[in-house]
């Protein structure tokens, strides 16, 4: 009989904020595979918890997840665990889960959640909305992304690291606005906890002189959506070919805005191209 394998949230900062069923989990299973073993170390020696706590991460996940299955095939049950947070959101566990046998039990042990903790405190209204995780590290690649998905005209929640929080908010004034609203959610259930709802623009004079550290979510305003024709976007499409982005990036973005034949988008992309 095979054993089964526990999805089990942790806290995303205030050690409190564990559940009782992940703790029961934690003590009963045989082996926890950690995302950081010395984080979830310290985790469960706050609950004087003494299991086998292994390494499973990015760099691991695909060696270690043969490891796992191993464990599962005899009899043996598993913990997975990130360093905060649940396994699988913009965190390891997708590898594993997306090739495990049909016959073995996968069990989830909700808990404390970054991304509804923001959207709970969000003064941005929030009915539907579009979760990206992390957005690409390359700035064009970023600005893409976020033209792509501003086009569906819903509030848009993401992460952020303090390394690239600046860029981002840049990029936001860019594709969206310098008014547009922004809630920036830094440490929740730390110590140093942060909530902010500010304009793009306001937040960056205000990270300048404030440099930006720990980790972040963010809630951007939705962006009205327009059926405009084409010359209305050449002030667009000349931002993008200064930002260096290539013809059929350009094409693709645009596109996205427009119901129109992409060779007659590629013509108009040339000729702006030409005349600047």
Do not use: W
């Amino acid at each position: 009989m095979n054993g089964d394998l526990y999805i089990v949230s942790t806290p995303i900062g205030n050690l409190e904020d564990i559940t009782l069923r992940a703790l029961n989990v934690l003590k009963d299973v045989d082996i926890i595979f950690a995302e950081s073993v010395e984080r979830t170390k310290k985790l469960l020696s706050h609950y004087r918890i003494n299991k086998k706590v292994l390494s499973y991460n990015k760099d691991n996940e695909q060696r270690k997840a043969k490891k796992i299955y191993e464990h599962l095939e005899n009899s043996q049950n598993i913990a997975l665990v990130t360093d905060a947070g649940t396994p699988s959101i913009s965190d390891p566990g997708f590898y594993l889960l997306s090739n495990l046998k049909s016959d073995i039990r996968v069990i989830p042990i909700p808990g404390a959640s970054s991304l509804s903790c923001a959207i709970s405190l969000s003064k941005i209204p929030i009915n539907s909305f579009i979760f990206m995780g992390f957005l690409p590290k390359k700035t064009s690649e970023r600005k893409k992304k976020l033209f792509e998905i501003s086009l569906a005209g819903l509030p848009i929640c993401l992460f952020e690291s303090k390394h690239r929080l600046i860029g981002l908010l840049k990029d936001v004034t860019e594709v969206f606005n310098h008014d547009t609203t922004v809630g920036v959610f830094r440490e929740l259930t730390k110590v140093h906890e942060t909530i902010m709802h500010e304009t793009a623009s306001n937040l960056i004079n205000y990270y300048k002189t404030n440099p930006p550290k720990g980790e972040f979510v963010l809630i951007i305003s939705p962006k009205e959506v327009s059926n405009k024709p084409i010359e209305d976007y050449i002030s667009i499409i000349r931002d993008l070919i200064s930002k260096k982005f290539t013809n059929k990036d350009i094409v693709e973005i645009i596109n996205l805005f427009l119901n129109k034949p992409k060779k007659e988008i590629y013509k108009n992309v040339l000729s702006i191209r030409h005349d600047i």
